[in-house]
């Protein structure tokens, strides 16, 4: 089962606010682990939504709307791509991820679409 697991935005990281670098060390060790496992496709952060473009469509118009975007908490800052054996899996994995953000934080575990 391929998942994508999203970090939430925060106020910080919508603002730019560079990360602290124990954590992105210890977020590396996390990353070494999901790598010896097998279970890491592929994993990246973004920039803040002040850097992006939303596109609305409205039958045939479009319209590019720049960033910010808020709720900053509905937005991803950054993300993986696993394959692992089930939803389950992805939970114990995320459960022993450091937290992300140097505030209280919310990550996202989504299976993708099945395709034959």
Known sequence: M??????????????GD???????AAMGRFNDELRAAGILVLADGLQPSAAGVRVAFNGADR???????APAG???AGFWIWEVR???????????????????S???????????
Request: net charge negative; aromatic share 4%.
């Open 86 to 104: 089930d939803l389950e899996e992805a939970v114990s994995w995320v459960k022993r991820c450091p937290n992300p953000m140097p505030v209280p």
């Open 74 to 76: 509905e937005l991803v």
């Open 18 to 24: 560079p990360p602290d670098p124990a954590m992105m």
């Open 63 to 69: 319209e590019v709307r720049p960033g910010p975007f």
């Open 106 to 116: 919310m990550i996202e575990i989504r299976p993708f679409n099945v395709r034959d």
């Open 2 to 15: 391929r998942v994508m697991v999203s970090v939430k935005a925060t106020d910080d990281s919508e603002r």
